[in-house]
């Protein structure tokens, strides 16, 4: 495994689209997250922004502080920070089909469940790694904003730090997870990147809004990935597609312990069911 | 040691009606090199897939180095290179196979001998995606040769390379041999297989139709002599070789003989004055006695 997982991390460390994907949602976490949020409270003439009933600016300012990075940080995750790891998982494994190297790794020495047991492993360290990226550069964009605006600097707390990056795993990984079972499933990138954007970004929503006239759909888009990883997020804190400021993807449906639990279900789910697929299925490409 | 390196028992693949390897049964002896012929279509991939475990056989059996197809053990003993190169395209051909090395817990300096003995060093650093076909292949080859293993199966190794890159690579795979490696090599190129392969199996619509030396397949050598008066020298030559090896073919007389005694045949019809306009030997190729059976094997 430990040959697998060195040989996975060489390659997908190589890979300009681990740097691409990655550099993505730094960037796109960045904007969003600090400075579009900055150039508004700046451009504020009153107490709110925007429209009569937005956020206050000092709801804003704090928003941007150091002790709220672990919100901002996993704020974004549920709907757009998830849908780019879930392209990096369908494209890392959908690819190797695509170009004939998982035939080439099957044939090379390690068992299969191994060899992809390397790739989970080498995605997980990527995983670990842009998630503590994202939180030190929040952290660093906040502190830089409390500069600027002569504010106290209050750090988060270890707790508040330890919840919010576990969340941000979780969510990332169930993601991730979702994205390599599209790969396997497809044995493809082109079909499971379409497939798992079009349901994170339009169909759960799409599903969720329809629950809203049919009662008893409700108890399906409940349980739907998404709806878990906007609750974690909502339960730490980040503020709900409803309200003036908040964050698309974000919600409160189920209670942050249902919301674990479900994550931890489908990011085990999906994992079984990715190498259970590898290890039986015949290679033909 | 055992003998057999590969061997199948009623090897057979189907998807859903259709029989893509029907009962095959063969055997790979170590230290041999082993053509696996058949026209396109006719299963050899498949049959290379299921011994790799890269395919699961719908019924049969089929043993790597005594071992089931797939087990990791087998897997690090045997080298290949099947239906293509599979490599990752942003890397270089050397990163492309310190990956694989990696996977097998060997060092860069076995990448840089595999590399070396397919005469890829120069090109070693640059992206795979700008090699050439003949030089992806290479790659294939070079990847396949990692660690050295006992047994090499290439599917159609020859692929995409030009006429001295296929020389070498002829040269390669018996160079392979005589150094004990066992090479279970697919091809549609007879004189290739012709050339280096010391047995053949021949595979036609997913059956086995026989498997034997090359020299059985292509069959005794016969010897034509144009002669005047044919009758005459009919009696000469069944004198001497006797009257069962003798026929008449075209105006010509075949004998049943290698052309070691073509002189002693030509001494004898010249002293019993009979004119001697021709003699030559007639040698049937590998590709005679593989269309010869396979299209038997199709229309049967």
Known sequence: ????????????????????????????????????????????????????TGATKQILLQEMMPANA??????????????????????????????????????????RITAMGGTLGALGVI??????????????????????????????????????????????????????LLGTLTRGPALAVGLGLVWSLVVENLLRGVANLLGPLEAVTDVLPGTAAGSLAGALGALTQGDPNG??????????????????????????????????????? | MDATIVSTQRLTKTYGPRSAVAAVDLTVRRGEVYGFLGPNGAGKTTTLRMLLGLVRPSSGRATVHGLPPGDPVAVARTGSLV?????????????????????????????????????LTERGGDRFKTYSLGMKQRLGVAAALLGQPDLLILDEPTNGLDPAGMADMRDLIRTLADHGQTVLLSSHLLGEVQQICDRVGVISAGRLLTESTVAELRGE??????????????SVAERIVGSAQVSTVDGMLRLATGGERAAELTRALVLADVAVLEVRPEERTLEDAFFEMTHEGATS
Not at chain 2, 221 to 234: E, M
């Open chain 1, 70 to 111: 672990p919100v901002t940080l996993v704020q974004g995750l549920p709907m757009f920070g998830g849908a780019l790891v879930l392209i990096l998982g369908a494209v890392a494994v959908g690819s190797g089909y695509g170009w004939g190297t998982w035939k080439t790794v099957f044939t090379t020495g390690p068992r």
């Open chain 2, 83 to 119: 239906e293509g190169p599979g490599f990752y395209p942003y890397l270089s051909g050397r990163e492309n196979l310190r990956v694989l090395a990696r996977y097998r817990g060997l060092g860069d300096r076995e990448v840089d001998r595999v590399l070396e003995r397919v005469d």
């Open chain 1, 127 to 180: 995983l670990v790694g842009l998630v503590a990226a994202t939180f030190v550069l929040d952290l660093a964009a906040s502190y830089t904003v409390a500069a600027v605006e002569s504010q106290s600097v209050t750090w988060p707390g270890f707790v508040d730090s330890v919840q919010g990056l576990g969340a941000a795993l979780l969510i990332c990984g169930m993601w991730l997870a979702a994205g390599v």
């Open chain 2, 221 to 234: 050598a016969s010897l034509l002599i144009r002669a005047d008066p044919l009758p005459a020298a009919r």
């Open chain 1, 1 to 52: 495994m430990i040959a697998s997982l060195r040989a996975e991390l060489m390659r997908l460390g190589r890979w300009p689209t681990t740097w691409v994907l990655g550099g993505t949602w730094l960037l796109l976490n960045l904007t969003f997250g600090y400075v579009f949020n900055y150039l508004s409270y700046r451009s504020a003439d009153g107490t709110t922004v925007g429209p009569p």
């Open chain 1, 247 to 285: 964050t698309p993807g974000v919600t409160t449906t189920i209670t942050g312990t249902a919301a674990v639990a479900l994550l931890g279900a489908y990011l085990i789910a999906f994992l079984v069911a990715s190498l259970t697929l590898t290890a039986r299925r015949d290679v033909t490409s």
